[in-house]
């Protein structure tokens, strides 16, 4: 058992903090894994592991070396001011990004066979075919070629998409055309059938999802949002659908979550809601992701690559 207990700090409610608990400890029974409420000690602790802890949680313990989010969106950590300068690490784990993939490819398999059409036409009892179309005249364009897009992206091509991606720096992946930078934007999404956004959310991509993108969409378009609320204009994207310039929206993440009852979403008759579980992570897989992490530190002392603060993500 080491010296340094490891500190779980979150604002779970209590129930699943202990089942984290359970997992994390189950994954490396070598560590003592102790709650906020259990430290008897701050200085002996180097490592924490957190899920929105509350706001000034970590700020008296001065000898952390690193932060380890339970969760892959960082966006609010690194907004904390009261967090410690020092490496903090989001959740890698293959297990979410094969989650994730398989929303994707739900939400865009879903608007490409006509289920949202299908959808409306039931509420109304009309038996209405439409003309089958081939994946490979469908064009999605995937924002955001990280951890959860380049796995997302390889599932589409795998369909059969015609896929283009687009990153801040430069990426050369199979089968997918590949774009980079405020310039390489407008080509990327160019007549896209479908858009799908997984990036993080920076200073860079908030409002991304607005009239300024979609007007170079295919006609009849959809958007899927996966990526954080925050990203998309809402009064535009209602535009686009209002006026039948957009066909449907596949939504996962809100500005306000839940999404508040009274929401114009909720009963949008263009907009799939989703109660943010695009990629949930899994206490399982993901406390052996950070058994690992942990191991490797205790062993040689190195700590997993963490966030880029300036570029937030
Ligand atoms: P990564 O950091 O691995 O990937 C982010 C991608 O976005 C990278 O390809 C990055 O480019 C690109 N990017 C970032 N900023 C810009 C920019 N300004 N212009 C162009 N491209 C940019 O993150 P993940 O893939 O792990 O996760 C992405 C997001 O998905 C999370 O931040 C979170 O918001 C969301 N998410 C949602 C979940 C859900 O359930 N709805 C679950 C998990 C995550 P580059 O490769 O050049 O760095
Ligand atoms: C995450 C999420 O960031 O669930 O992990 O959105």
Redesign the pocket.
Known sequence: MNDSPILLATSLAAPLEKIWLQHLQAAMPEEKIITLDQVQDASAIEIALIANPPAGALGHFSNLKWIQSL?????NLLADKTLPDIPIC?L?DPD??Q??AE?VVAAVMGVHRYFDIFKAQQQKKIWAQLPSRSTRDCQVTV????????VSAASLVSLGFVVKG??????TLKNIETY???DG?REAVDRADILVN?????D??KGILSRNLYQYLAPDACLVN???GAHLIEADLLEYLDKSRMRHAVL??FSIEPLPEDHVFWEHPRVTVLP??????NPVSASSVIAKNIRLYRQNGMIPVG?NRS???
């Open positions: 969760w892959a969106g960082v966006e989001r890698i979410l990004s989650a994730m929303t924002l955001g070629l990280g951890e959860m897009g380049r687009w990153s801040r720096s430069k990426k980079q930078g405020a934007l997984l990036l993080p959310l920076t860079q991509t996966l990526g954080r996962d993440v943010h579980i695009a990629a949930t992570t966030c570029l937030g993500y």
